[in-house]
Structures are given as C-alpha cells and as structure tokens.
C-alpha cells in the first residue's frame, strides 16, 4: 500500500515536472499545437504578460483558470476581441473611462496604463470580482475605482444568474437576465446601481458588457451620456438590439460596425456582417461588439483613431 501510494506521488511529481518544462518551452515557441494542448488542460503559466504601446501589465491565469488570460496567451497581448484593445484607449484618449462588466480586469488594465487617467471599474461576480483585485494589485494599478455591483436603470439588489461552472474557466457570462444562460447552477444577490448616480468623473469613455443587461445599463445612464458625451463601446445580442436601440433614443448617437477593413458608420444599429455565435442561451444567438459617438464629436473621433483603424463614413 505504502509503496503504491509512492509510486502514485513519485508519478505525480514527474508529471508536473514536465508540465512545468512544456509550458516554459511554449514561452519560447510561436503559438501553435503545444499552446493549444497546455491550454486545453488549463496549464499555463502563473501569470501572462500583456504588452501594449503605452505600457505592460500581467494577468493571473489561476483556478479557476481566466479565460481572457488564456486567450491572451493563445492569440497574443491584443489577440482578445480584436481590434478593441487598440481602439479602446484610443477613444479615451487622456481622460477618465468606466468599465461595466470589468471581469477580470484587461480593459481596465489597458484604459488605466494607456490613458493615465481614472478608471471606474463594475463587476458583481464575486470570483471575477477578487481575480480583478488581485490583478490590479500585483500590477500597483492604484488610480482604479472598483465598484462591486452592477449597472441597471434602477438602484436596488438583484440576484445575478452563474451559470454552470464545471468547465475549469472563470465564469464570465453570470447575468443580471435569467434568460442570459439556460442553465444556471446558482444565483447571488449583488447590489445594482444607476450609473446616473454612481459615476464620479465624467466619463470620456463607457465600456458596457454585461452579458444581455447593456439595455438596462444604458438607460441608467441616460443623464451620463446627455452630458458628458462619452464615446460607448457596448456589447450587444440580437436578442437585446432593439431594446439598447431604444436606451440611446434621442441621444443622437451615431453607430459603427467593426469590420475587418475597420470601422464603418451605420445609419441606424443593425445587426453587422460578422457576429459571435453564443451557446446555451435561451434568447440570445449571436452577439457583437459596437463603437457609438456623439454626433458632434465624429471628427474627434476620426483624429483620435487616425493610425489605429480605418473609419469610414461621415467626414
């Protein structure tokens, strides 16, 4: 019996061993098989570095194992969302931005290190909530405001749906919408907030993705957006279209699709060419990304992504 139960150790040993080896021989290969396989079996390194033009900053893989980080490691510094993560702090340019849905922390990151200004970050989900304390420690990110609640048109608590968390990932899609997930394994009551009442600064720019809620986040920041004019990049679902249409309503917003000749001015939102597949939803089938500017600030925002990406439509 002794001697089985050292051998199993013995084994175990041995195998991490060699774990350790291939995850730091993929350090030093260009992303491909051996990636993919570590990957797969949620071995990664401890920590994955994220390099972009105005800094570096480091994300915590952990258990579970966050799945932005995992992306990042797969597809490089700004291989999660493409072309966001040079568009979005080109868009804030040097002023004060907010994240609604923060996760575990790579738009925050990004917008605190590219723009040397204040962030606001949101995010409910209390996992997804400490992965982001810790990033933000370990990179001495301190001009971050992190708010723990969500984002809706009215203040109050609401349980926010997780869905099934066997996978091994850090679960990111945990929704104030139970229809979000058709499965859930549980729900957490979280504070909600308008961001009419909570924002501080005057946002330069508003990231929202919080998983089929940008309607309602979105209508409560309706006083946000008349006066401060942000520039938005919202996530959105062909479920929720007409309803984030409706929360922008007499704002005069003006839409732009990503495509991958860049950014294209639309007349009204639509549903683009190019959409994400989503699985396990019960309403949602397909979601985006989208950019909104106010239509005064459209030259502002044709200089502040000159050499970014291209943009057409309006001069």
Known sequence: ??????????????????????????????????????????????????????????????????????????HGSLGFEPPLPRVVPALAGPGPSAVVGANSGYYVMLLAQATGAGVTAYEPFPPALDRLRENLADNRLTDVRVRPCAASDAPGTMPLHVPPTDHGLLEGSASLDPAFKARHSGSVAVEVVTLDDDLGDAPELLLVDVEG?????????????????????VEIGDESLDAVADSLAGLDYVPFEITPGGLVEQDRLAVPAVTQEVAGSVGRTTYWN?????????????????GVIPVTGTP
């Open 1 to 74: 019996m002794h001697r089985s139960l050292a051998r199993a150790a013995e084994t175990a040993l041995h195998v991490r061993a060699v774990e350790r080896v291939l995850v730091a021989a993929a350090h030093r290969l260009p992303t491909g098989r051996l990636h993919r396989f570590l990957a797969a079996q949620h071995r990664l390194p401890a920590r994955v570095e994220v390099t972009h033009d105005r800094g570096v900053f480091t994300m915590a893989t952990g258990t579970p194992t966050c799945l932005v980080a995992q992306l990042v490691w797969l």
């Open 213 to 233: 809620f940008e309607a309602q986040a979105l209508a409560g920041a309706r006083e946000v957006l008349r006066t401060a004019r942000p520039f938005l990049v």
């Open 290 to 306: 989208a950019v909104l500017a106010p239509r005064e600030r459209l030259p502002q925002l044709r200089e502040r992504l000159a």
